[in-house]
């Protein structure tokens, strides 16, 4: 054990005051090193025209001793540390005879005794200064007693290892599975643009080969029955329009039975023969389609090749035009 003082000077008259305080932030029976200590002062009885200076303990700190930080002042009303952020309230406060406490942190780092310091606060009212000194306290630094009759030295323990727990690894496994769901998603529109890619390079059939194969579906004498006739013209007239649209250039789809063949009468490559039957088929498609007629089976039976005979005859009548183009170009 040993005694260590720390001295600092009083200044002007000084006027006792009693003793300062010490109190523990950890509540333990006594002190041990590296505790944490508040020492400082209560003066009682101040107005708000009173004006007080503390004394610099920042030179008294060093190895043995440490002073944490610097003076905290809190305002004291009946005993009671009272901390407003209004400043009404504090006014409020102000007006009456109040208590002031201020104190530093102490962390001892040695064994021993310690005689802390006295703390003299100078006390101004704007006209005379005094001088109120608190006399300094003893404070003891014990250290955690060891048995060296049964003290044994053991190796240095590892780290405990606790076991995983399911909720520990869920926001893995539910990362896991989002990465997976995220890479399938990439691949699959890799794999789907480059399939469209490829089917729009690869190169379309011809217009007529399109619809004689879209009408070859319904050669089957199945569809002749009432309740198929509607699906059987709705395929016949719509492999047609299809047709139309590339070969004529009218947007078939779009039109209805009259606005498609006004705008077919002036084809040359449609002879008035096959215009008007060709009509007379949409027509009577229309009137399946729209008015629940069943037609009959001679009407059946001439429908499909009626719109063969059509395809066929209008793209031939194309070869000739390119043949003849050709022929006329060798020329």
Known sequence: ????????????????????????????????????????????????????ALPDFAQASNDTLTILGGWQLDTLVHGKTVRSRNSKAAAKILRKPFGLSASVVLAPFEEGRYMLPDIPVLLSDGEKIDTLLFKGLEMEVKTMPVDTSTFEIHD??????????????????????????????????????????????????????????????????????????????????????????ERFGVDAPEMTTGELFDALKSDPDITPEMYGSLKELFERADFVKFAKHIASEQENASALPLAVRFVTSTYQADIEKEASGQEAADD
Not at 210 to 227: C, G, H, I, Q, T
Request: net charge positive.
């Open 1 to 52: 054990m040993k005694l260590l003082t720390l001295i600092l000077t009083a200044l002007l008259d000084i006027i006792p005051s009693g003793d300062a305080t010490l109190q523990q932030l950890q509540k333990r029976d006594s002190i041990l090193i590296a505790d944490q200590l508040r020492y400082g002062v209560v003066i009682d009885e101040l107005n708000a025209r009173q004006q007080i």
């Open 156 to 245: 240095i323990k590892g780290q405990i290892l606790y076991p995983v727990t399911f909720k520990e690894l869920l926001p893995w496994i539910g990362g896991g599975l989002l990465a997976a769901a995220l890479i399938a998603l990439a691949v699959w529109l890799i794999v789907r643009a480059s399939r469209r890619k490829a089917e729009a390079l690869k190169p379309k059939d011809p217009a007529y080969i399109v619809a004689l194969r879209e009408l070859d579906k319904y050669r089957s004498e199945k569809y002749w029955a009432p309740e198929k006739q509607k699906a059987f013209y709705s395929g016949i007239t719509d492999a047609l329009k299809f047709y139309m649209d």
